[in-house]
């Protein structure tokens, strides 16, 4: 990593790189699951704020991201701006509320469930 970066990019780049490795694995499985598995993934196991960051890179343009990456994208759950958000406010608020929706361990749900869909069996 460089040391001309500023870290908002060395954090942009680290989540296109997180984003296309998923995509990378969902690329050997049957094609009708790929997009609703990279979304499942991501939905499940990145807080809100790393959906914020790929959101706002999303809408400038995505550059870097793989094409499964921007299809799934409709199906990730696009996390609401809190007031206060800011890096520092509010640290850790969104892991102990549970993700929307009811999702993630502060809901019960299982941190080892499989994060390929059901309809790939």
């Known amino acids: 990593m460089s040391h001309d970066q500023s870290p908002e990019q060395l954090v942009l780049?680290?989540?296109?790189?997180?984003?296309?490795?998923?995509a990378t694995f969902f690329l050997s499985q049957p094609e009708k699951v790929r997009a609703?598995?990279?979304a499942t993934h991501i939905n499940k196991f990145w807080e809100p704020r790393m959906r914020r960051h790929l959101f706002?890179?999303?809408d400038n343009g995505g550059a870097g991201l793989l094409p499964l990456v921007i299809e799934a994208s409709?199906?990730?759950?696009r996390p609401e701006a809190k007031v206060g958000s800011g890096v520092g406010v509010g640290v850790g608020q969104d892991a102990t509320e549970g993700a929307p929706g009811g999702k993630g361990p502060a809901?019960?749900?299982?941190?080892?469930?499989p994060s390929i869909p059901e309809s790939a069996a």
């Open 74 to 77: 409709t199906l990730i759950r």
């Open 107 to 113: 809901e019960g749900e299982s941190l080892s469930e």
């Open 13 to 22: 780049d680290k989540l296109v790189r997180m984003a296309n490795q998923i």
């Open 36 to 38: 609703e598995g990279v």
């Open 56 to 58: 706002v890179h999303l």
